[in-house]
């Protein structure tokens, strides 16, 4: 016989085993207390989902999502951190509501690219390292910097008040490719990252070059 916290440990670890996929651009609908608003999804597995939402979702909330295929599937606040909730459903989702559909992957690879140069700070394992942020979408960017941290790589990135997470994608001697762990606003990035443009050196990389 196991006690309540027993439980509610083995709970936790039962729902750890569910593989969560990242989701990049994917915005579905939620309704919440009879609001229907945007929702969205930072990472999505069979019983549960993380993302961002304007509105304050504390714990033990309950409110529906509503996917790209209509499919409606109620969940449960379980925490929420740094403007990210994350949501448990009772039941298990489905492999079309799992998989965004083609649409929604055309469009996030499709995210256009704006050439910029501005000094930044990458944490990788809680060291901070220059770099310039050369290029940036909403899904990505990509770095200039003398100790490009490896692929696979989870980083944090800060340009003036602006900071972001993201995944190391790629690298190129000294480019870094960054895919965000959620799409970011570009306006927010223009107005928050405050450091000062730099003037690009006469053979410094072009910002175009390399995906992020």
Known sequence: MHNVFEKSILADKARRRYLRVAQIG??????????????LLTNVSARGAAGRCRLELPCGKFFTFIFENGA???????????????????????????NPPPSVRELVSRAPRYSVA????????????????????????????????????????????FAAEGEVRWVRQNLVGIRFLAPIDLDEFEEQGMAPPIEPEENAPAASDGPC
């Open 26 to 39: 994917r915005r579905i609908a939620v309704i919440v207390d009879g609001e229907k608003v945007d929702f």
């Open 72 to 98: 409606t599937f109620r969940g449960e606040v379980r925490w929420s951190s740094s403007g990210t909730t994350g949501v448990y459903f009772g039941v298990s989702l489905p492999s079309d509501v799992l």
């Open 118 to 161: 501005r000094r930044a700070v990458l944490l990788v394992r809680g060291a901070r390292r220059a770099c310039v942020v050369r290029n940036v979408s909403t899904t990505g960017m990509m770095l200039e910097t003398v100790m490009p941290p490896p692929p696979g790589q989870t980083i944090s990135l800060i340009c003036g008040a």
